[in-house]
């Protein structure tokens, strides 16, 4: 049995690490029980239950993401495609590294057909990825990088419709080389500039 938090984010974290590697109808509360070292009536005392722990790893999952994806688009030492494929490559490595696929991905899958108050927060993150990309299409845009007659919004729909693609394959066992072949298609088919090519294989 693990130490016990009496810190609600350390908890949620724990459990958070057990719906990811084991999807939300495999994880019992029993295993919630021994990941946290909470009793059964503290978890559905502070937490509400399984379901209501499981929207809040979610939360927590959003605003950790939207952190990092918006400290990578600020940072001006990359051009606006570069960060965006830094963005992609980082997500590529995560899942071949855990074998886990994609929080949200996994979730969307298996709870939010079921589920619309699970369903609302797959959509927010959704809409959030597209609402952050969007500012950076618009700077590659300026920039040169992405074709003129390209919709900012629609760009970023389909790279969210990517990322989902990209979550799959690469869960199933895709080859890492694959799927970043595959990135590089799906920016080059944007304008994307031999020059910016090179300096991002460069990096790998």
Do not use: H
Not at 18 to 24: M, N, R
Not at 66 to 88: G, K, V, Y
Not at 158 to 164: A, Q, S, V
Not at 177 to 186: I, R, S, T
């Amino acid at each position: 049995m693990p130490q016990v938090s009496t810190d609600r984010f350390t908890v949620v974290e724990q459990a958070t690490d057990l719906f990811w590697k084991k999807g939300y109808a495999e994880t019992s509360v029993e295993d919630i029980v021994q990941a946290t070292g909470l009793n059964r009536y503290a978890i559905y005392n502070r937490f509400g239950g399984k379901r209501e722990m499981l929207l809040q790893a979610l939360e927590g999952f959003v605003n950790q993401r939207r952190t990092a994806f918006m400290a990578q688009f600020q940072d001006d030492s990359m051009r606006p495609l570069q960060a965006i494929r830094q963005i992609f490559t980082g997500f590529i490595e995560e899942i071949l590294q855990t074998g886990n696929g994609c929080l949200m991905c996994n979730t969307v899958s298996e709870i939010a057909p079921k589920d619309p108050d699970i369903a609302e927060v797959c959509r927010g993150y959704q809409e959030q990825f597209v609402a952050m990309l969007m500012p950076v299409l618009k700077q590659a845009q300026s920039a040169g990088e992405i074709r003129p007659e390209l919709e900012s919004r629609a760009v970023a729909n389909t790279l969210l419709i990517f990322k989902i693609g990209l979550a799959t394959m690469a869960k199933a066992g895709a080859p890492q080389e694959q799927l970043v072949n595959a990135l590089d298609l799906q920016i080059a088919a944007l304008g994307y500039p031999e020059e910016i090519r090179s300096t991002c294989s460069e990096e790998n």
